[in-house]
């Protein structure tokens, strides 16, 4: 009896092991992220943003085989081709000799709202004698998120579930390029940038609150304008990426809280890119239009692609 209980505690023993071994791996990646978050600010350029992604993917499934761990790289490493791609190429928008957009999308937002820009009128109310609101840290907050949540939701769902991580970098992908295509045929600049060339008279600034209150505000302002594109405004690709962020996840989080956050955040980061002087109203609008053009397009191609004599199961929610 003593002999069949030892053997039966050893499994135990092995698995509490491996749980306590694949902890301290977790703990050791999010320490090492957070400090070197802290000290160099978060990783958002695609690079380095890939780089953490693959390690914190790697760390989180530390006790699955090694070739799991090579079949990472397989699966990542075209996408992130892509999208380096992608990040390339959009500088080049303005290069191919169409026309860039101002008067226009001025325009277009002074007719929806009875004559006022929302920019100027969001400025013109919520700054006071040029000094940035408190809560423009919280706008900071959201601004940042774009360049985090959209590829956590991609690297959560690729640890636990490869299928649903397929469809939604099939999104990702989709999206991102088909706001490329119309940079280039359709280069539109910001309110930040309309105010300076004189197409809006009232002065804009940038207040996206980058800085998160750390960095003085005209330095994030500047570093912002340096790393920006100013032909690259429609569509809205900040808000674009919040609400398919949204669609993705709604089917998944039941709770009501966490649909409340999810309703809040593609309208939370509308208002901080229109206040900030990023984006029109109709960026966003167009931006949004282009999500539902982008789940359209994917569920054709998948649809297409589905076996009809395949097995059917419960339907899986449908983004």
């Known amino acids: 009896m003593e002999a069949a209980s030892v053997a039966s505690e050893l499994p135990d023993q092995r698995w509490s092991e491996r749980i306590r071994r694949r902890r301290v ?91 006022t820009v929302p920019t100027v009128w969001l400025q013109q109310n919520l700054v006071a004698n040029g000094e940035q609101p408190w809560w423009t840290v919280l706008t900071g907050i959201v601004y940042t998120s774009h360049f985090i949540v959209p590829w956590l939701v991609a690297a959560i769902f690729y640890v636990y579930s490869r299928p649903m991580w397929v469809k939604y970098m099939r999104r990702i992908i989709l999206l991102s390029y088909l706001g490329l295509v119309t940079y280039v045929l359709l280069p539109a600049a910001p309110p930040w940038y309309a105010s300076r060339e004189g197409v809006i008279d009232e002065g804009i600034a940038r207040i996206a609150g980058f800085g998160l209150g750390v960095v ?63 984006h029109y109203v109709i960026d966003v609008l167009l931006g949004w239009a282009y999500v539902g053009l982008t789940i359209v397009l994917a569920r054709a191609w998948e649809n297409r692609k589905r076996s009809p004599t395949a097995v059917r199961g419960p339907a899986p929610a449908e983004v």
């Open 25 to 115: 791996v977790w703990y050791v990646y999010l320490v090492a992220l957070a400090i070197v978050s802290m000290a160099w600010g978060f990783p958002t350029s695609r690079i380095y943003q890939a780089a953490w992604i693959l390690v914190g993917i790697a760390a989180f499934t530390i006790d699955r085989p090694w070739r799991e761990h090579l079949r990472i790289l397989t699966d990542w490493l075209p996408l992130l081709a892509a999208l380096v791609l992608y990040d390339y190429s959009r500088d080049f928008a303005d290069t191919v000799g169409m026309p860039l957009r101002m008067e226009e999308l001025a325009a277009v937002d002074s007719w929806m709202f009875n004559g």
């Open 216 to 278: 003085p505000a005209e330095v994030s302002a500047k570093f912002l304008e340096t790393q920006g594109n100013y032909v690259a405004a429609l569509p809205s690709l900040h808000t674009a990426f919040a609400l398919l962020v949204t669609v993705t996840l709604w089917p998944l989080l039941t709770a009501w809280w966490m649909r409340t956050i999810l309703a809040i955040y593609p309208l939370a980061m509308t208002f901080t890119l229109v206040f900030g002087g990023e």
